[in-house]
């Protein structure tokens, strides 16, 4: 029950940020906002003395903890600020997607394995999980479209549901690590392969195929909000996509240049004609000449 009215009050809160985001501020609320500030300075001070472990768990919940804020009417300006400096932090971090993609994977064989030795065909994937997929959503790395992209492939956790089931819950998300990777990523870049709702029979095999393509080479990501060009491996000048036709692009002439180009050839050509009327010229004198010549001598 208690995951239940969790799921409730974060779906609630979602459903909020969708529609504007608009708050009804009280005193109460703009004192537990002023809290929040004062404590995540404090936190970020605190990351010293943490362990790499610890470091990764407490940013993920500040990061989700002030993207929701920034998502509220009317909020500090510091929000914005601690929300930047807390995903910034996790960025710099080496292997920080590895880590969250680890821990999803973790759960999620534990699950599998809980629900195994219970005799149950499906169970709930956990907020833990939905609370890692939210973390990386903040994080707009190739390192996060790579683990995500890897993820498109991962069925585990997709349980065909009967409504005979004697173990059926209906409020049950039965969505698999690969469906959940992809609403993951068209939530984080522009232009995803599919959007709305995630078919999976349809969608997967798009995604799938969109992914070899990254992972190729071939296509590049532009993350929401970023204006450069991804590759797997880091920022890159030209934007890829294989379903568009490229075009060859010549060299630029301006039509000065262009007009010289045609002045200048049509001289050559010109200087070439008169060469050759004077060679013909100057062969013709040279015959008359010679039978003049034979002519006197006789």
């Known amino acids: 029950m208690t995951r239940i009215l969790t799921a409730v009050f974060f779906g609630a809160l979602s459903l909020s940020c969708a529609l504007g985001g608009k708050v009804e501020w009280t005193a109460e609320l703009r004192e537990r906002e002023t809290e929040q500030i004062e404590l995540w300075r404090k936190n970020i001070a ?24 920034t998502l509220w009417s009317d909020h ?5 600020t601690l929300y930047r400096t807390i995903q910034s932090k996790i960025l710099s971090i080496p292997g920080h997607a590895i880590y969250y993609g680890n821990e999803i994977s973790r759960i999620e064989d534990h699950l599998i394995k809980e629900a195994a ?8 994937n956990g907020l833990d999980q939905m609370w890692l997929f939210q973390t ?22 997709r349980v065909a549901r009967r409504p005979d089931d004697p173990f059926f819950e209906p409020w049950a998300n039965q969505d698999s690590l690969s469906d959940r990777a992809a ?8 232009n995803p392969p599919t959007t709305g709702s995630y078919d999976f029979q349809h969608d997967r095999v798009i995604w799938e195929r969109w992914y070899e393509q990254v992972k190729s080479g071939r296509r590049t990501v532009r993350f929401k909000g970023d204006r450069h060009n991804y590759s797997l491996d880091g920022p890159v000048r030209e934007a890829k996509n294989p379903d568009v036709q490229r ?35 100057a062969a013709v004198w040279l015959v008359m000449k010679s039978r003049r010549q034979t002519g006197n001598a006789s």
């Open 46 to 69: 605190l990351l010293e003395t943490m362990s790499p472990d610890e470091q990764m768990s407490f940013l993920a919940v500040g990061v989700r903890n002030m993207k929701h804020r």
């Open 183 to 190: 609403k993951t990523l068209s939530d984080m870049i522009e």
């Open 117 to 124: 030795e219970r005799g149950e065909p499906t169970y709930s």
């Open 136 to 157: 990386l959503e903040e994080l707009p790395s190739p390192e996060t479209l790579r683990v995500l992209g890897e993820m498109l492939t991962d069925p585990r956790g």
């Open 247 to 281: 075009v060859v692009k010549r060299d630029v002439v301006s039509p000065a240049a262009e007009v010289g180009q045609t002045e200048s050839g049509t001289s050559r050509v010109l200087v070439t004609i008169i060469a050759g009327l004077l060679a013909i010229v």
């Open 76 to 80: 500090h300006p510091e929000i914005d």
